[in-house]
């Protein structure tokens, strides 16, 4: 199974987010949603709330899955877990 890794604080998730996961999604296996906890800026909503909202964002895509990761290290855990035979990282860059 190939995995990807999408790490992000998604406060709030927006159609960005979703196009890249979705795509993400015919190209892999599994897209896994690593939705920040505590990342260093104030924030709209909870993880929970975040996560929720990703979840319900994702409903009708199976590929889609959400964890929460509380930091760098948490997000290495998820990494590792993801990686099955290969695995790649969906990030997109902000200027």
Not at 27 to 47: H, Q, T, W
């Amino acid at each position: 199974m190939v995995r990807a890794l999408f790490p992000g604080t998604f406060d709030p998730i927006h159609y960005g987010h979703m196009d890249i996961a979705n795509r993400a999604s015919k190209l892999f296996d599994e897209v896994v949603m690593a939705v920040y906890d505590k990342p260093l800026k104030s924030l709209m909503f909870s993880p929970e709330q975040r996560s929720s909202l990703v979840n319900e964002a994702f409903k009708g895509n199976p590929k889609v899955k959400v964890t929460g990761v509380q930091w760098i290290d948490d997000l290495v855990r998820a990494a590792n877990r993801c990686a099955g035979d290969r695995a790649w990282l969906a990030r997109v860059l902000r200027f």
